[in-house]
T-cell receptor, first 116, second 113 residues
Framework: GAVVSQHPSWVICKSGTSVKIECRSLDFQATTMFWYRQFPKQSLMLMATSNEGSKATYEQGVEKDKFLINHASLTLSTLTVTSAHPEDSSFYIC????????????FGAGTRLSVL | GNSVTQMEGPVTLSEEAFLTINCTYTATGYPSLFWYVQYPGEGLQLLLKATKADDKGSNKGFEATYRKETTSFHLEKGSVQVSDSAVYFCALSDDGGYSTLTFGKGTMLLVSP
């Protein structure tokens, strides 16, 4: 089946640095990808919708300048957490719907970000 | 707005026991309903779905029926296996699952031999 690869799976960084997370659709093209954030024992919360070739759409309350999203190709979306702080520590998950597979959404394995 | 409520876990069962994980939802209109499963170290995978009232989704021995009257989509399996140990997420979508999904908090299932 279709696969979405997310990298890295775990990252530790110092406060004030920026971290980039990649999300790739390996065997299908994705004009749209989604970025979620998951807190311990909480639901996945949609952060933003990444659109290939155009600006991302952010959910209410998500800081656009903090979470930069770039969807430069049909198989790659990146989320950059800029000037990370400890409160940004979380589990970030991407997903991509495959139009050729009845719109089933495929999820990456997630990235655990720890900001010291 | 839309919301999904799942029973809290972990749910701990012995192998071959019967499983039920409750899920209820609140939505405007007629959403599509989903169960996703997340095995350790892996991404969420679609387990089953139902797109209209009274539909039954099934896969790998798991079943869930879309109950509009009770706004529920409970997950069941007659005989669980150790390999079913994972986190299960109930979710809904207003457009068949193509765009945004609203998730429950997830329920961890632990099956012992």
């Amino acid at each position: 089946g279709a696969v979405v690869s997310q990298h890295p799976s775990w990252v530790i960084c110092k406060s004030g640095t920026s971290v980039k997370i990649e999300c790739r659709s390996l065997d299908f093209q994705a004009t749209t990808m989604f970025w979620y954030r998951q807190f311990p024992k909480q639901s996945l919360m949609l952060m933003a919708t990444s659109n290939e070739g155009s600006k991302a759409t952010y959910e209410q309350g998500v800081e656009k300048d903090k979470f930069l999203i770039n969807h430069a190709s049909l198989t790659l979306s990146t989320l950059t957490v800029t000037s990370a702080h400890p409160e940004d520590s979380s589990f970030y998950i991407c997903s991509a719907p495959d139009r050729g597979s009845k719109n089933i959404q495929y999820f990456g394995a997630g990235t655990r970000l720890s900001v010291l | 707005g839309n919301s999904v409520t799942q029973m809290e876990g972990p749910v701990t069962l012995s192998e071959e026991a019967f499983l039920t994980i409750n899920c209820t939802y609140t939505a405007t209109g007629y959403p599509s309903l989903f169960w996703y499963v997340q095995y350790p170290g892996e991404g969420l995978q679609l387990l089953l779905k139902a797109t209209k009232a009274d539909d039954k989704g099934s896969n790998k021995g798991f079943e869930a029926t879309y109950r509009k009257e009770t706004t529920s989509f409970h997950l069941e399996k007659g005989s669980v296996q150790v390999s079913d140990s994972a986190v299960y997420f109930c979710a809904l979508s207003d457009d068949g699952g193509y765009s945004t999904l609203t998730f429950g908090k997830g329920t961890m299932l632990l099956v012992s031999p």
